[in-house]
């Protein structure tokens, strides 16, 4: 017997491809979930009498962070993993312009607090010269800001910078 749930893919043309089947709804919802893990989407789950439930998985922001302590990077790549984002941490500004040379996209960049304010100010404005669409965001220890980041954000203030992320990643 056939099991009873299938999952189909929505293709950028609006077709669906077959991706795999599941014995109740629940399994489904979790495959499809698996499945949009490495390709995100909208995915369709069907039963045998034809009914469709639509499920969408928007596609992961890629957030760059740029931090100037090992603890404090894990600390923040491990929140912002857990509301949805992949993280690519590194720990100084010599990090961050070797590792970008290797990678493609980035949707948001997040300057961290602790080093001194000369050496966070030349990072964001190569960033700026070399990435001028991607928005910075820069966490910092006081109300202070720091000139040429497009948000600053006081650090100790995880709901402020957290909406402040997905603003930037919209």
Same mark, same amino acid.
Do not use: C
């Given at each position: 017997? *056939?099991?009873?749930? +299938?999952?189909?893919k929505v293709?950028?043309?609006?077709?669906? @491809?077959?991706?795999?089947?599941?014995?109740?709804?629940? @399994?489904?919802?979790?495959?499809?979930?698996?499945?949009?893990?490495?390709?995100?989407?909208?995915?369709v789950i069907?039963?045998?009498?034809?009914?469709?439930?639509?499920?969408?998985?928007?596609? @992961?922001?890629?957030?760059?962070?740029?931090?100037?302590?090992?603890?404090?990077?894990?600390? @923040?790549?491990?929140?912002?993993?857990?509301?949805? +984002?992949?993280?690519?941490?590194?720990?100084?500004?010599?990090?961050?312009?070797?590792?970008?040379?290797?990678?493609?996209?980035?949707?948001?960049?997040?300057?961290?607090?602790?080093?001194?304010?000369?050496?966070?100010?030349?990072?964001?404005?190569?960033?700026?010269?070399?990435?001028?669409?991607?928005?910075?965001?820069? *966490?910092?220890?006081?109300?202070?800001?720091?000139?040429?980041?497009?948000?600053?954000?006081? *650090?100790?203030? +995880?709901?402020?910078?957290?909406?402040?992320?997905?603003?930037?990643?919209?």
């Amino acid at each position: 017997m *056939l099991p009873p749930f +299938h999952i189909f893919k929505v293709q950028s043309d609006g077709s669906l @491809r077959w991706m795999e089947a599941a014995v109740d709804v629940e @399994r489904a919802k979790a495959g499809a979930k698996v499945l949009a893990a490495s390709a995100p989407g909208e995915y369709v789950i069907t039963n045998m009498t034809g009914e469709k439930i639509s499920v969408k998985f928007p596609p @992961r922001r890629i957030m760059f962070q740029i931090g100037y302590d090992e603890k404090e990077l894990k600390v @923040r790549a491990e929140l912002f993993r857990r509301v949805g +984002h992949e993280v690519i941490s590194v720990a100084d500004n010599e990090a961050a312009k070797n590792a970008l040379t290797s990678i493609n996209n980035v949707d948001v960049f997040v300057v961290g607090h602790i080093a001194p304010e000369q050496t966070r100010k030349e990072i964001v404005g190569w960033l700026k010269a070399n990435y001028p669409k991607v928005k910075i965001i820069a *966490l910092n220890p006081s109300k202070d800001q720091l000139i040429g980041a497009d948000y600053n954000v006081v *650090l100790n203030d +995880h709901d402020e910078w957290l909406s402040l992320l997905a603003a930037a990643t919209a």
